[in-house]
Protein backbone atom coordinates (compact mmCIF):
# COMPACT_ATOMS: atom_id res chain seq x y z
CA UNK A 1 0.00 0.00 0.00
CA UNK A 2 3.18 2.38 0.66
CA UNK A 3 4.18 2.05 -2.62
CA UNK A 4 0.93 2.75 -4.12
CA UNK A 5 0.62 6.09 -1.97
CA UNK A 6 3.81 7.04 -2.92
CA UNK A 7 3.31 6.40 -6.90
CA UNK A 8 -0.15 8.39 -6.62
CA UNK A 9 0.99 11.23 -4.48
CA UNK A 10 3.78 12.01 -6.65
CA UNK A 11 3.18 10.11 -9.92
CA UNK A 12 7.27 10.62 -11.01
CA UNK A 13 9.49 7.85 -12.44
CA UNK A 14 8.42 4.33 -11.07
CA UNK A 15 12.27 3.41 -11.38
CA UNK A 16 12.80 6.49 -8.99
CA UNK A 17 10.06 5.24 -6.54
CA UNK A 18 11.52 2.34 -6.09
CA UNK A 19 14.70 3.49 -5.34
CA UNK A 20 13.25 5.21 -2.85
CA UNK A 21 11.88 2.62 -0.97
CA UNK A 22 14.26 0.03 -1.52
CA UNK A 23 12.17 -2.25 -4.59
CA UNK A 24 12.39 -2.59 -7.91
CA UNK A 25 10.74 -0.85 -10.81
CA UNK A 26 9.00 -3.69 -11.63
CA UNK A 27 7.73 -3.93 -7.74
CA UNK A 28 6.10 -0.58 -7.83
CA UNK A 29 4.25 -1.62 -11.29
CA UNK A 30 2.90 -5.06 -10.18
CA UNK A 31 1.97 -3.29 -6.59
CA UNK A 32 0.51 0.17 -8.06
CA UNK A 33 -1.66 -1.96 -10.88
CA UNK A 34 -3.00 -4.61 -7.49
CA UNK A 35 -4.15 -1.89 -5.52
CA UNK A 36 -5.65 -0.17 -7.84
CA UNK A 37 -7.29 -2.79 -9.49
CA UNK A 38 -8.58 -4.02 -5.95
CA UNK A 39 -10.17 -0.84 -5.24
CA UNK A 40 -11.47 -1.03 -8.86
CA UNK A 41 -13.23 -3.97 -7.59
CA UNK A 42 -14.73 -2.80 -4.88
CA UNK A 43 -15.66 0.84 -5.85
CA UNK A 44 -19.26 -0.08 -6.32
CA UNK A 45 -19.78 -0.51 -2.83
CA UNK A 46 -18.02 2.93 -1.66
CA UNK A 47 -19.39 4.88 -4.60
CA UNK A 48 -22.99 5.15 -5.45
CA UNK A 49 -25.48 7.26 -6.78
CA UNK A 50 -28.89 7.99 -5.18
CA UNK A 51 -31.37 5.27 -6.99
CA UNK A 52 -34.40 4.94 -4.90
CA UNK A 53 -37.44 7.49 -4.22
CA UNK A 54 -36.20 6.99 -0.38
CA UNK A 55 -32.27 7.79 -1.49
CA UNK A 56 -33.52 10.75 -3.87
CA UNK A 57 -35.48 12.26 -1.01
CA UNK A 58 -33.10 11.73 1.94
CA UNK A 59 -30.08 13.17 -0.05
CA UNK A 60 -32.59 16.47 -0.67
CA UNK A 61 -33.22 16.81 2.75
CA UNK A 62 -29.72 16.50 4.02
CA UNK A 63 -28.49 19.11 1.19
CA UNK A 64 -31.49 21.42 2.85
CA UNK A 65 -30.59 20.76 6.61
CA UNK A 66 -26.76 21.41 6.10
CA UNK A 67 -26.92 23.85 3.05
CA UNK A 68 -30.02 25.53 2.42
CA UNK A 69 -29.97 24.08 -1.09
CA UNK A 70 -33.44 22.04 -0.81
CA UNK A 71 -33.33 20.63 -4.85
CA UNK A 72 -29.67 19.04 -4.80
CA UNK A 73 -28.94 15.62 -4.56
CA UNK A 74 -25.31 15.77 -5.70
CA UNK A 75 -22.48 18.27 -6.83
CA UNK A 76 -20.17 17.51 -9.89
CA UNK A 77 -16.76 18.90 -11.01
CA UNK A 78 -14.07 17.83 -13.15
CA UNK A 79 -10.86 18.56 -11.87
CA UNK A 80 -7.56 17.31 -13.78
CA UNK A 81 -5.72 14.60 -12.28
CA UNK A 82 -1.74 15.06 -13.51
CA UNK A 83 -0.53 11.61 -14.87
CA UNK A 84 2.27 10.57 -16.40
CA UNK A 85 1.94 11.45 -20.45
CA UNK A 86 0.97 7.78 -21.84
CA UNK A 87 3.04 6.28 -24.41
CA UNK A 88 0.09 5.75 -26.22
CA UNK A 89 -2.40 8.65 -27.54
CA UNK A 90 -0.25 10.57 -25.12
CA UNK A 91 -1.12 14.09 -26.68
CA UNK A 92 -4.71 13.62 -25.99
CA UNK A 93 -3.99 13.85 -22.11
CA UNK A 94 -2.28 17.70 -22.85
CA UNK A 95 -4.68 19.91 -20.69
CA UNK A 96 -5.19 23.53 -21.57
CA UNK A 97 -1.83 24.18 -19.38
CA UNK A 98 0.31 21.86 -21.21
CA UNK A 99 0.06 18.86 -18.61
CA UNK A 100 -0.87 15.35 -19.24
CA UNK A 101 -3.88 14.66 -17.25
CA UNK A 102 -7.19 12.72 -17.12
CA UNK A 103 -10.43 14.77 -17.00
CA UNK A 104 -12.34 13.32 -13.88
CA UNK A 105 -15.76 14.15 -13.40
CA UNK A 106 -17.01 13.71 -10.58
CA UNK A 107 -19.95 13.93 -7.80
CA UNK A 108 -20.73 14.21 -4.38
CA UNK A 109 -23.51 14.33 -2.10
CA UNK A 110 -23.94 16.41 1.02
CA UNK A 111 -21.89 14.58 3.26
CA UNK A 112 -19.02 14.73 0.72
CA UNK A 113 -19.25 11.00 0.00
CA UNK A 114 -18.18 10.48 -3.53
CA UNK A 115 -21.42 9.12 -5.90
CA UNK A 116 -20.16 8.52 -9.08
CA UNK A 117 -16.13 8.77 -10.61
CA UNK A 118 -15.13 8.54 -14.29
CA UNK A 119 -11.49 8.39 -15.02
CA UNK A 120 -11.75 8.20 -18.64
CA UNK A 121 -11.58 11.01 -20.22
CA UNK A 122 -8.26 12.34 -21.19
CA UNK A 123 -7.16 15.80 -20.04
CA UNK A 124 -7.50 17.57 -23.84
CA UNK A 125 -11.55 16.91 -23.40
CA UNK A 126 -13.40 19.79 -22.35
CA UNK A 127 -15.78 19.68 -19.12
CA UNK A 128 -18.75 21.08 -21.65
CA UNK A 129 -18.03 17.83 -23.61
CA UNK A 130 -18.06 15.41 -20.73
Known sequence: MKICLRYLGDPGYQQGIGQELGVSQATVSRTVDRVLNSIDAQSNEWIKFPTTNHELMEAKRVWQSMYKFPTAIN????????????????????????????????????????????????????????
Do not use: Q
Open 75 to 130: VIDCPHIEILKPNRHGDEYINRKGKPTLNVPATCDAREMFTSVDVSWPGSVHDSRI
